[in-house]
């Protein structure tokens, strides 16, 4: 059990300091390790929540989207919601890669929102959630993570249903 958490950990920070130095582009054909919940949850995921695109995980924000690897996905509300761009790019999308998409129809577990794609910044497929380009946080280190939560209060964790969960209580 030890050695199974040391290697989730270590594979989660590989692909932190990966997404810092490509920009975000690229997918692994490794295979993605398994959500996982902040609170220490020993509950093994099934095999087709460790190959969804997109998933449902517990974390100390509640249920939160994560992707196929386990990793917590954020939106950033200075993108328009719907618009069908990202503008996260340059050193934005090294801090904040965008979530690939492998396929049009990606594979999702738990998830309510609308999941779409839209062609993103580095001009490859990204996963959007109700209209939301979605990202991953470059310094969040593990699955279950969310480090990036209200980062200058434009990064936001998103809930299952597709909207930001902002922790610190802004209504705006």
């Known amino acids: 059990m030890r050695i199974s ?8 920070l590989v692909l932190a300091l ?10 692994s054909s490794a295979a993605p390790a398994a ?5 220490g949850s020993s509950e093994a995921p099934s095999a087709p929540v460790a190959a969804a695109g997109l998933a449902v995980s517990s ?8 992707d196929g690897k386990g990793m917590t996905v954020y939106v950033y509300t200075k993108d328009t919601q719907g618009a069908g761009t990202s503008t996260c790019s340059d ?10 998409a492998a396929s049009a129809t990606p594979a999702v577990q738990g998830v309510t929102g609308e999941v779409g794609t839209i062609t993103g910044v580095d001009g490859k497929p990204q996963l ?11 310094a969040d280190q593990a699955p279950g993570d969310v480090t990036g939560e209200d980062v200058g209060e434009v990064w936001y964790v998103v809930s299952p249903a597709g909207e930001p969960i902002k922790e610190s ?3 705006s």
């Open 18 to 27: 990966a997404g810092c130095s490509d920009n975000g582009g690229g997918g």
């Open 91 to 100: 050193q934005c999308a090294a801090a904040w890669p965008a979530v690939p």
């Open 59 to 66: 974390s100390d924000l509640g249920e939160i989207v994560v």
């Open 35 to 39: 959500p996982t919940s902040s609170s």
């Open 5 to 12: 958490t040391v290697a989730v950990l270590g594979t989660g």
């Open 169 to 171: 209580g802004d209504s």
């Open 128 to 138: 959007t959630l109700n209209g939301w380009p979605l990202y991953t946080y470059a």
